[in-house]
């Protein structure tokens, strides 16, 4: 199975500078806005500091347009979810042999991990940016666009 097309802004492809610019400017075009980037009121109050959370530290990168809403709000309630999951765990150990305990934790698992990739944040994709960081450690750089912009100088 192929994997997915990830963000200019984090991707370490090596392709030529002309085709990493047409891509960066096709994708802000197609990023749209990012002045609505808020917790849907559906959201509990729990799901709403995690959306915040992942929100704030997302912020500096600039990868985020008002269209992730949607995939932020899944990824909030999945944690939440599953931080409750592990609570009841906690409480109650005879859970954890429960076959629709474990289908439903799983569940939210699987979610979660499908919403990281979304939003190229699993640890494969953060590794590959701290990497590219920590070349250009010493320049003053003002977002993951400009560090992963100077990947093709190497």
Known sequence: MAR????????TQKISKEERENREETEKKIKGKSNKLKPPKYLND????VFKFI???????????????FVLS???IAIERLESLEKQANEDASLLISNSFKSTR???SKDFFRCCNELC??????AKISIVGAKD??????????????????
């Open 46 to 49: 729990r799901q709403k500091k």
């Open 106 to 108: 799983d569940m939210y």
């Open 121 to 126: 944040l699993s640890p494969q994709a953060r």
């Open 137 to 154: 450690a010493g320049k003053d750089k003002k977002s993951i666009m400009d560090i992963l912009g100077d990947d093709e100088d190497d």
């Open 4 to 11: 997915p097309a990830k963000a200019m802004a984090v991707s």
């Open 74 to 76: 899944q990824t909030a």
């Open 55 to 69: 929100l704030n530290e997302l912020k500096e990168s600039d990868i985020l347009g008002n269209l992730d809403v």
